[in-house]
């Protein structure tokens, strides 16, 4: 009696797991074996609708970034192949608790083995000499007196976020509160040469508006608190510094 | 020419930026497999916020990061921000309204209990061996880290390794895989303006209608386009394959052992899929 097919069999013969002679056997065995062939029929289209689910599910969009996440220098190092132990090791602590820098770091290495392999094509003349890149280029660029920082938050971040900025003997840390709402509660502490500034204003803008929202001065103690913010692109600037920080309030 | 950047020269930004605008025009589609149909807005939109933030003062070789390397992860930074942008400027209109209709949800994928109903270890075995890993969700990433004992970066690496070789051995895999992220992101792109049309004429007086047809005959030209793409994968029509001796090492766990899980997963798959025809018969 001719053996029956195996479930690993078959399952290696859909896979192209198997050596040339392997193949004749397992295919000499199917012809004579009906059911065997019934079984494989049934594995093969599970495995074809298996596919097309995942391939019909794809991946979520790349999470927001966090302040405190990778930065450029560290992740050129990562793609030049650089990294010294003690990168890796900080980039495996943050990568076990941070989903958008393993993202990040995963697309970072696809990007780069592509971008190395990869000739640039010639750019298509009528995109250089458009009006609005060449209007960008020959744009002035911010006046050099302003430095700028970034800062990204979340309202689903379930730990407070901060960053600490400086300009020469000034920094600034600012520090998300509370959610309250959907509206963000953030405090600007501000130092200068280790001694807390009092009076000094810090204006927060709406990018999209280019409305002034709040004009306030630091406290005894250096603070000021911000009125909660919405989701949205703001300006702070720390008045009689150079000093500006891009503030993203996602959701 | 990065250091005269640096110290905030302006004809030297300018220069850099001309001497680079190929790198920026074409990132998205060397990196990402992006439609040429973003590639003038995105380098707008690039140039607009380089200038803007200045960023390239920032670029510091002090710090040992080659510019070229640095600016190409400034560079994919910025398209990811891009494609935000353009995500929350069309849902712009749907957070103002609050009358609004609700959208329908979307449907489920066809197919799609049999991966929810799967046990993790094969949804992953299946993912890794049939798709690449950029299928796979962040706990599955977690899980395949704790299962094969290796860092997060660690099998980011290893992953991309064996991603890059599978696809080099096949190019056209590469350019099909390309063209359907591409799909994806367009698909997204005209549902959510198709949502936004549809919520704006809910209100009086509102012109709309021609925009929303036309809105709807390219989503339905991408949707086909999507199938199509999704068919041929799963398909087999040169759908490669991660071989055994790949994910066993991954895995590390011997290639037999290995064989023995995927067919027991496949018959649990079959399983699955013969209750749910009982369930509707």
């Known amino acids: 009696m001719t053996p029956k097919v195996s479930l690993e069999e078959l399952s290696r013969w859909i896979d192209g797991e198997v050596t040339p002679e392997e193949r004749m056997d397992i295919e000499r065995r199917l012809r004579a074996c009906p059911a065997s062939a019934a079984i494989l029929q049934r594995l093969q289209d599970v495995t074809g609708r298996v596919a097309t689910a995942i391939l019909s599910a794809p991946p979520s969009p790349l999470p927001l970034e966090g302040p405190n996440c990778l930065d450029?220098?560290?992740?050129?190092?990562?793609?030049?192949?650089?990294?010294?132990?003690?990168?890796?090791?900080?980039?495996?602590?943050?990568?076990a608790e941070c989903r958008s820098c393993f993202r990040l770091v995963f697309e970072t290495l696809r990007a780069e083995a592509r971008l190395r392999k990869g000739e640039w094509p010639d750019l298509p003349s009528d995109v250089v000499?458009?009006?609005?890149?060449?209007?960008?280029?020959?744009?002035?660029?911010?006046?050099?007196?302003?430095?700028?920082?970034?800062?990204?938050?979340?309202?689903?971040?379930e730990s407070a976020s901060s960053r600490l900025f400086s300009e020469g003997p000034c920094t600034v840390l600012v520090v998300m509160r509370s959610v309250e709402r959907g509206k963000v509660r953030i405090e600007c502490t501000l130092d200068e040469e280790g001694m807390r500034v009092v009076g000094r204003s810090i204006v927060v803008s709406d990018d999209a508006t280019h409305r002034k929202l709040f004009s306030g001065k630091t406290d005894r103690q250096g603070l000021v608190r911000i009125p909660p913010l919405s989701p949205g692109r703001y300006t702070l600037h720390i008045e009689e510094t150079r000093l500006k920080i891009a503030l993203w309030i996602e959701r | 020419m990065a250091e005269l950047c640096r110290q905030g020269i302006d004809e030297a930004e300018r220069e850099l930026l001309r001497r680079y605008m190929q790198v920026i025009y074409w990132l998205p589609r060397q990196a990402f497999g992006a439609s040429e149909e973003v590639l003038s807005d995105f380098l707008l939109f690039a140039l607009e916020k380089i200038r803007e933030r200045d960023i390239l003062s920032k670029y510091d070789p002090a710090r040992g990061a080659n510019f070229r390397t640095w600016f190409g992860v400034v560079l994919r930074r910025l398209y990811l921000d891009y494609l935000r942008t353009r995500a929350v400027h069309e849902e712009v209109w749907v957070e103002l309204d609050s009358d609004a209709i609700p959208a329908p949800a979307p449907s489920p994928p066809p197919d799609s209990d049999i991966l929810q109903r799967m046990e993790p270890h094969c949804r992953v075995l299946f993912k890794l061996l049939l798709c690449n890993p950029s299928f796979l969700t962040?706990?599955?990433?977690?899980?395949?880290?704790?299962?094969?004992?290796?860092?997060?970066?660690?099998?980011?690496?290893?992953?991309?390794?064996?991603?890059?070789?599978?696809?080099?051995?096949?190019?056209?895999?590469?350019?099909?895989?390309?063209?359907?992220?591409?799909?994806?992101?367009?698909?997204?792109?005209?549902?959510?303006q198709a949502q936004t049309i549809e919520k704006r004429l809910a209100r009086p007086f509102t012109e709309g209608s021609r925009e929303l047809e036309e809105t709807y005959a390219k989503l339905k030209r991408k949707e086909e386009e999507y199938h199509?793409?999704?068919?041929?994968?799963?398909?087999?029509?040169?759908?490669?394959?991660?071989?055994?001796?790949?994910?066993?090492?991954?895995?590390?766990?011997?290639?037999?052992t290995l064989a023995a899980q995927i067919s027991r997963c496949r018959a649990a798959a079959v399983e699955i899929l013969a209750k749910r025809r009982e369930g509707e018969g």
Do not use: C
């Open chain 2, 138 to 192: 962040e706990e599955e990433w977690k899980w395949l880290a704790s299962r094969s004992r290796r860092g997060m970066l660690e099998l980011a690496e290893w992953l991309e390794k064996e991603e890059r070789e599978l696809l080099e051995r096949n190019a056209a895999i590469r350019e099909k895989y390309d063209r359907l992220a591409s799909a994806i992101w367009w698909k997204t792109h005209y549902e959510r």
């Open chain 1, 129 to 157: 000499a458009s009006p609005p890149i060449q209007a960008l280029l020959h744009r002035p660029p911010p006046p050099p007196q302003e430095i700028w920082g970034e800062l990204s938050l979340h309202l689903a971040s």
């Open chain 2, 228 to 256: 199509r793409l999704v068919a041929d994968l799963a398909g087999g029509g040169g759908f490669a394959t991660t071989p055994y001796r790949v994910l066993a090492n991954l895995l590390r766990m011997k290639e037999g």
């Open chain 1, 72 to 95: 450029e220098s560290l992740l050129s190092h990562l793609a030049d192949g650089s990294l010294s132990p003690s990168e890796r090791e900080r980039i495996e602590t943050h990568l």
